[in-house]
């Protein structure tokens, strides 16, 4: 059983597009992250959230406590956006981690 | 520092050796967390620190992993005699507070051959 749910798995689109990545899940949780994974390995953080909806530059992430759904939104997308992008849950001592969305975005 | 530092980056080792991997985490970061990523998978957890105290090392899968913290910032997390299936990406992430503002590394890629 998988706290976590990603959808899509994988994804490609079209520089310029507007993506939506969404994340499920299924317990109560203290925080949830956004990550960016690039090849190679390199984790980056780029949301942490509570409550409500944060914005960076092109990315938007939103979450909905009652539903237990996360979103993770990049306006204007570009190539050098590819790579896969994680949700993670945290509660208690523990992070959950989801499969990733791969995200290809091409020129 | 800036950031989690791991090292090192890459590491192949030969099956039954062993292995010793750092994560140097921000200063003040009281929270530290070691995961494992097998390729095409999310991280695992594997154990976590809250100062120099192991909280919690239920996510380690046999005794061949051993993780300390013995000052309360850098950790290192040991492979003894380690096995094709340890090959996978070794990720740290710290925080000043359990709740808020967690910072992961780059990760250590393990290739056991």
């Known amino acids: 059983k998988n706290e976590v749910e990603q959808s899509p798995q994988n994804l490609t689109a079209q520089e310029g597009e507007f993506i939506t990545i969404n994340c499920s899940y299924s317990?109560?949780?203290?925080?949830l992250h956004w990550l960016q994974q690039h090849p190679g390995g390199g984790i980056v953080s780029l949301f942490m959230l509570s409550s409500g909806k944060k914005k960076h530059g092109r990315l938007i992430a939103t979450i909905n406590i009652q539903e237990k759904h996360s979103s993770l939104h990049i306006t204007a997308s570009h190539p050098r956006d590819s790579a896969v992008y994680i949700c993670?849950?945290?509660?208690?001592?523990?992070?959950?981690f989801g499969t990733g969305t791969s995200l290809t975005v091409i020129p | 520092g800036a950031g989690v530092s791991q090292s090192p980056r890459y590491k192949v080792a030969k099956r039954g050796q062993d292995v010793a991997l750092r994560c140097d985490p921000i200063s003040g970061h009281v929270s530290l967390f070691w995961y494992q990523q097998a390729l095409g998978q999310g991280p695992e957890f594997l154990t976590y620190f809250q100062n120099e105290a192991q909280l919690d090392k239920s996510g380690l899968p046999s005794d061949r992993f051993f993780a300390e913290r013995p000052e309360g910032s850098v950790s290192t997390l040991k492979i003894q005699r380690t096995q094709q299936e340890d090959s996978a990406v070794y990720l740290c992430a710290g925080a000043p507070d359990p709740n808020y503002g967690y910072t992961f590394g780059s990760g250590t890629r393990l290739t056991v051959v």
């Open positions: 317990v109560g949780i203290s925080a």
């Open positions: 993670a849950i945290r509660t208690g001592n523990q992070f959950y």
